[in-house]
């Protein structure tokens, strides 16, 4: 059996090694360049702005694969009366796929070579990157993707260039192209590459307006030519160290670092209210409750008893379908810690948050490393409920959280590949992410099982003894007692405290800003865990107070109801907050959607309920009961 897996897993390798045998071999961000040395300009992807997950590979429209010859450079460069600069230069072909990380990929990175000739240092007023004709299939391409908005993406030394394919004048915004209408192509980039101390730590692509070719006509051949230019200059304040901070000034980028303090500040106040209101309201009912129940004689104990004191014999009556619940508490454990260990890695460096992929591809190596925690505390919950089928119970927290993920990626990239979109997952890190499942996470799964079911303790410690016949639950109550009341605002408080927050984290995600403020996310990720502790547990008096010992499943759903809102945001964010658009767009972002919120029902649900059964456990243990 082992020597299978070590086959199989010498094979994925072999496969990997053999596919990206023919790639190039990347630069090493940081590299301290000599003078004339060459810089690499790598292309990656284009798409839709608006629609950040619709990428195509940069080549897909007719851009240039080969620099010119010095030949028809001089010729072009006669007719644009400049003076050519002699240097030396490498020649480079395009459209050669880059080696990339595991990350890179499952982003939808599709790196490749350009023809770019440029050397360090070396400023150049003007050069003829290649003539190019372009046919009436080139120009429908070319006008398809200007009338989408779509822009262009390129890397120096990891640093990430935009630029837009083209431009539109006099059209409709409803109707598009109307008479008199024109399209522009922009065939000039100028590139402004910063350095210090021999390193490149800025850059940044502009369009020269004046140079743009009009592709209006899309029934004749047009001779176009393409050209660049390169600016240097020096950057004595930014260090190699901190060249993502140039990025704040971006127009892709959020300029609003006060904006997420007052978010944060907000949230912190909202809870503090709450916290205190429910902690002082818990407290005060208790000890009227404690001073009830222990001033009653024994005579007059069982015709006294009343609320929450009533059901002390169903209230430890474990719930239905034991498998599912006790595989939902350990998954949304392992995804909790999972968490917190991937934002405290994130802000102290070790992940780093402005390499491309690398916040993925963590999460995903993360949840493999913690399942031990999944099947151990599944486990120990499942044989303290004096169940017997713990196998059932391994196989199902493993698959509880990968299943949907599976499915739903099996649908995307189906969706993806269908469009011929660079957002499908390669063979490669398809059998990277297979791998990983199943040679670290299912296995370490079984072993937390394993160590669970051996030596965790057995004894539930429940302070009342559970009677044989489960008690009537009474079924008149108000109407802000009933379930539905109870989850809606279990779900809506917690949601409340981060949904500020919540916006630039969608913003990032499901656009073209970088996000790198993990400690003030830190902070709203345990705020927002301890107020869905908080309202769980509130929730849970009232529910055992209108003497209802079903408490189990109910404060699970309670706790992760907050899931539940954040998808409902979704759908606000989409049609009123982003401009996308698009089966594909689509099928991403609803689809990641539900993934990403059923795992904060996992979590948020675990964590409400492991603070409900303390507190469950807590007041029972406090008052005398028969």
């Known amino acids: ?78 007719v644009e009366n400049v003076e050519l600069v002699a240097q030396e230069s490498e020649k480079r072909l395009g459209k050669l796929s880059h080696k990339q990380r595991f990350g890179e990929s499952m982003v939808g990175d599709r790196r490749e070579t350009s023809p770019y000739e440029i050397s360090f240092e070396d400023s150049v007023e003007w050069r003829l990157l290649c003539k190019k004709l372009l046919t009436p299939g080139d120009l429908k391409k070319l006008k398809d993707a200007i009338h989408n908005n779509y822009f262009f993406e390129m890397f120096v030394e990891d640093l990430p260039m935009w630029g837009y394919v083209g431009d539109t004048a006099d059209e409709d915004i409803l109707v598009g192209e109307v008479e008199g209408s024109k399209v522009y192509l922009f065939t000039h980039l100028h590139f402004f590459l910063g350095h210090n101390n021999n390193q490149i730590v800025s850059a940044k692509v502009t369009t020269d307006l004046d140079r743009r070719v009009d592709i209006t006509k899309e029934d004749v051949n047009h001779h176009v ?57 818990l407290l005060r009912v208790l000890k009227n409750d404690f001073s009830r129940y222990m001033e009653l004689d024994d005579d007059v104990m069982d015709e006294e008893e009343s609320g929450w004191k009533l059901i002390h014999g169903d209230v430890f009556r474990f719930p239905t379908n034991p498998v599912l619940f006790c595989a939902a508490v350990g998954v949304g454990s392992q995804l909790m810690l999972t968490t917190f260990f991937h934002l405290c890695l994130a802000l102290t460096g070790i992940i780093s948050t402005t390499r491309r992929g690398s916040i993925l591809a963590g999460c995903v190596v993360l949840y493999c490393l913690t399942s031990f925690i999944g099947g151990y505390t599944a486990v120990r919950l499942f044989r303290q409920m004096k169940q017997t089928n713990w196998v059932q119970c391994i196989v199902t927290t493993a698959l509880l959280f990968p299943a949907p993920c599976t499915f739903v990626f099996l649908w995307v990239n189906s969706i993806a590949l269908a469009h011929g979109s660079t957002s499908a997952l390669p063979v490669t890190a398809i059998l990277t992410v297979t791998a990983l499942f199943i040679f670290i996470a299912f296995p370490l799964t079984v072993f937390g099982g394993i160590v669970a079911k051996n030596y965790a303790s057995p004894d539930f410690g429940a302070p009342t003894r559970t009677s044989k016949v489960p008690r009537e639950i009474p079924t008149e109550f108000p109407w802000y007692r009933s379930r539905p009341f109870q989850v809606i605002i279990a779900g809506f408080l917690p949601f409340s405290a ?117 507190f469950v456990k807590y007041i029972y243990s406090r008052v005398k009961c028969d």
């Open 225 to 281: 030519q393409f050209s660049y230019s390169v600016e240097w200059f020096e950057e004595p304040n930014l260090t190699w160290k901190n060249r993502m901070t140039r990025y704040a000034q971006s127009r892709f980028l959020p300029n609003s670092f006060e904006i997420h303090w007052l978010s944060i500040i907000n949230s912190i106040v909202l809870v503090l209210l709450l916290t205190a209101f429910l902690t002082i309201i």
């Open 1 to 78: 059996m082992v020597y299978n897996r070590l086959l199989l897993l010498l094979s994925l390798v072999c496969f990997s090694t053999f596919t990206d045998g023919a790639k190039v071999r990347r630069v090493r961000a940081g590299k301290k360049y000599k003078e004339h040395e060459p810089v690499h300009i790598v292309v990656n992807k284009v798409g839709p702005f608006n629609n950040p997950t619709e990428t195509y590979r940069y080549y897909s429209l007719p851009f240039c694969h080969e620099h010119s010859t010095e030949e028809e450079e001089v010729e072009a460069a006669e």
């Open 498 to 614: 981060i949904y500020i927050e919540l916006h630039y984290i969608f913003a990032s995600m499901w656009g073209h800003q970088i996000y790198t403020l993990f400690g003030i996310l830190l902070l709203a990720f345990l705020l927002l865990v301890i107020v869905t502790s908080f309202i769980t547990v509130a929730l849970l008096y009232f529910q055992l107070a209108r003497e209802d010992h079903r408490w189990w499943w109910a404060a699970y759903v309670n706790g992760g109801m907050t899931g539940v809102f954040i998808y409902a945001y979704s759908f606000y964010y989409y049609f009123h907050r982003s401009g996308m658009s698009g089966v594909l767009q689509s099928s991403f972002y609803f689809g990641y959607m539900l993934i990403m919120s059923f795992g904060f029902f996992l979590m948020l649900g675990s964590a409400g309920f492991q603070f409900s059964l303390i």
